[in-house]
């Protein structure tokens, strides 16, 4: 049987020490990467393309609320991303999911229930907390949008979170390996899609995804 691999990435040491623990205790013993920010996430998931799962925090340095989430699937379409998050309620745990996510895991979680989560999404299902319940988006505005997002393409999904971090055209061009006339294009389908004007609206449209965060 091959070894499992999973990915660790979130900045607390503590509380990474604490999934390692729950990991280390699985059958199998599998493979640990860790990452402390978002850059060292998306290289590890670069380096290891067998990597069977990864833990990703939702708030850590480099990225800012669901758009790492958006960055990485857009990116590694194949692995599952499981958010562990200390913002637990249910809005938070169902945009996670509607963007991609294979499972939730709250940072109050025990590491018996951490490890059981972990462990559902390996088998091929969804891990929510127990108390979460299903339902629909409350905000109407926000349902759109999700559903707009899930109309972009893998290179599209990419670009958008490269514009929430600041970047450039020339520079999203230099970071994908393409010219800047592509982007361009891609910009230009972006905003027809997400049906705004420019590319400032469309960073604040994603970020109104990420309002449920905010204490």
């Known amino acids: 049987m091959q070894e499992q691999t999973i990915i660790i990435a979130d900045d607390h040491p503590l509380f990474r ?8 205790g699985m059958e199998g013993h599998p493979e640990i990467v860790e990452a402390g920010d978002f850059a ?3 290289m590890a998931a670069g380096e290891h393309p067998e990597a069977d799962l990864m833990l990703l925090d939702l708030s850590m340095p480099g990225v800012s609320g669901f758009s790492g989430l958006m960055a990485l699937r857009s990116e590694f379409a194949g692995l599952p991303i499981v958010i562990i998050s200390a913002t637990d309620d249910a809005t938070t745990i169902r945009r996670a999911l509607e963007l991609g996510a294979s499972g939730f895991i709250s940072k109050s979680s025990g590491i018996d229930d951490i490890r059981r989560g972990i462990q559902t999404v390996l088998a091929g299902d969804i891990a929510t907390p127990e108390t979460y319940r299903d339902g629909q988006e409350l905000d109407p505005d ?3 949008l999700i559903h707009r997002l899930h109309t972009l393409t893998p290179q599209q999904s990419r670009v958008l979170t490269m514009l929430a971090e600041g ?4 520079q999203i061009a230099y970071e994908l390996g393409v010219s800047e006339a592509t982007i361009k294009a891609h910009v230009s389908a972006i905003l027809l899609k997400l049906n705004v004007d420019s590319r400032t609206q469309a ?13």
Request: charged share 20%; proline share 0%.
């Open 17 to 24: 020490d604490a999934l390692r623990q729950a990991v280390i």
């Open 40 to 42: 060292a996430a998306r």
């Open 142 to 144: 926000v349902a759109d």
């Open 167 to 170: 970047l450039l055209n020339k």
């Open 203 to 215: 960073v604040i449209q994603l970020g109104k995804i990420n309002m449920a965060m905010v204490a």
